[in-house]
């Protein structure tokens, strides 16, 4: 592009303009020049150059003053906020060049008779020369003005985007980043508006932002106008999309669907204002956007539908291949002619600038009992844990009372915090997403965050000493104290290779994805309960048969957590697939065993209206338990349920790797009636590849063994039941704690006695459990005994891994 150029249309733009254009024009002109070939849509516009800039300041004479000003600043001499204020005030005084106005007015005429109307709405962006670079992202420094009508209008707010370059911000960030102050040139991009006021709009990303997960695409959506998504002011929806299924388009893989709040939404002000307010700008400038309550129904509804989710994630791959990196997207859907597009699109800057082979965890020292329950808690933010004293700030005016690792607490956050957030050992807010600035900007610190707690400022008083724990998964929590915690480095280099399959214990879903860096031939027990209990938390009986259930206080934590399903028993069988399918995403392709589910009765009966359905028995750990249920009248149906996320999970969303267990099953007799009924939900054991195996926990597996292999496709040893039963001794029990040992050799001869009747029927045996992490001499006598997987906790692998490798090789 001839660098003496004024005015370039985006769809002559590519990604070798970004010094002319800036990384946000020029991403926009690459997108639109090759992509819109394969679906991606892009709203047509112009960009003022930096050309275009820099004569704006040379015919004003602004340099030297700018210069005079920031190095007032730079020295000390003079405050942040003056020296800002003054630049800014040098801006708005001055005269936009006759030919920069000229080129502006006939490029606007141009947009207008390409879109039919005399005046288009069009959206006014910044973007500075040096931005979205991974090494230096500018992103979020500069000004935004939506809805801007008429030519007079659109030059105004092409002064206030020159203005915003020196925003106190941006100032401050390049100053910390040792660039220039005059170094940075900006462009404006103007864009035909689209009508997400009375549509939706969201940000996107084509890889995990909290795991780094690179087979995912997240995407947040809310109603109305994206800054209240990029703000945090509001909680959105969320969506994960699993990519290497996305080809098949008979498949629908998104893993995760969870709506959010959307308490508001941003539209626009109904004088057609023609610019936005900014307090570092111009204060009394008009606001043509303003927030409004949505209604009921906005706030159940999700803003995408499956689709339009797939839509946006099959753009988001292809963008993210065109430019070879994860990326970070925003899109918007508009209201009036239901169309999707992509507004924004630079590189991930946190992943991607990440050391590779390496994986960092932390972990609370303190048990469930000593941290008592959290103070506050909401969407965890990364996987790390922080200690420190509360600073609950309202505005981030009062930087000097912040003292340097505090934890700072607030509504939310926007750039004009980031001086404090600097300083901050962790972050906690009352509102935002996983795509909100709050979360961004804390990866990019490498900082703990709890974002979406409601009512952190609430519940967290200055000057509290609090630990902030983000490393359970999605749920971040807040405990009162400082309390003692690990952070371990683990490399992944030079794993050896084994014989025996290891593989993992899995039960939260929203964890899953944080071990997928692990090389581990899959997941050996997902545990269906788990889901159940923590995230769908409703008793499938009461969703069957709701009128059954005469607890007042359970039927409105029902009706609670079910507004929107029209369907009760979809809201089980939805929730528990995408919570299967989460965990199946992070193995894949290798096999994940899902255990169906095996709650005793006194468990079942604590699940939201439970009780209704659950007899009272004396001895829960040997009772109505497992396979016994899943063909029983009282519970049949329950198990229907189970079954149809099964085939939800493999069928619909298409995870085939996922595998399916029938734990306590204490007959061949029950064994074939338990297949019988999976048969007739549509769950044929060797139909589509699904194999089927069964927990050997019961001296009756290994006695029956032969018998058991001839309907089976394999075992997995259970190895805390197996010892209760063969030893006699409730495992549970303080007293007889001495006695509980998997190394007992009555344990071992039922082991060695499976393991070879199972091979001798060409069936494979795994065992889950934590015997062989905690005691090695048994993890060499299973590897001796020719055990086929051993499946542990994600923390233990590494060294399970290496024991199990130095055994085989010792023979």
Known sequence: MNDGTLIAWLNDLGSDDVAQVGGKNASLGEMIRHLGAEGVRVPSGFATTAQAYRQFLAENALEPRIRELAQAFEQGERPLNEVGEQIRALFLDAEIPAALADAVRDAYQALAEQTGRDEPDVAVRSSATAEDLPEAS??????????IRGADALLDAIRRCFASLFTDRAISYRQDNGFDQLQVALSVGVQQMVRADSGSSGVMFSIDTDTGFPRAVLINGAWGLGETVVQGIIDPDEYLVFKPLLDDLSLAPI?????GGKAQKMVYADSQANTQ????TDPSAEDPTRLVETSEDERRALVLSDDEVLSLARWAVTIEDHYGKPMDMEWAKDGETGELFIV???PETVHSQRAEGLLKTYRLEASRDETGEPLVSGTAIGDAIAAGKVFRLDDPGENDRFEDGGVLVTEMTDPDWVPIMRRAAAIVTDHGGRTSHAAIVSRELGLPAIVGTGHGTEGLADGDEVTVSCASGETGRVYAGRMPFEAEEISLDEIPTTRAKIMLNMANPAAALRWWQL????VGLARMEFIVNQHIKIHPMALIRPEAVEDEDASTQIAALTAGWDELTEYFVDHLARGIARIAAGSHPQPVIVRMSDFKTNEYADLIGGRAFEPVEANPMLGWRGASRYYSDEYREGFALECRAIRKAREEIGFDNILVMIPFCRTPLEADRVLEVMAEEGLQRGERGLEVT????IPANVILARDFAARFDGFSIGSNDLTQLVLGVDRDSDRLAHLFDERNDAVRQMISSVIADAHARERKVGLCGQAPSDHPDFAAFLVRAGIDSISVNPDSFL?????????EQAG
Do not use: H, W, Y
């Open 277 to 280: 307010a900014d307090s570092q």
């Open 694 to 697: 069964v927990m050997c926990e």
């Open 799 to 807: 060294s399970v891994k290496q024991a199990v490798a130095e055994i």
């Open 519 to 522: 090389p581990s031939d899959g």
């Open 344 to 346: 924004q699109a630079r």
């Open 255 to 259: 893993i995760a669907r969870q709506p």
């Open 138 to 147: 500018f992103a979020g420094q500069q000004e935004t003005f939506l809805n």
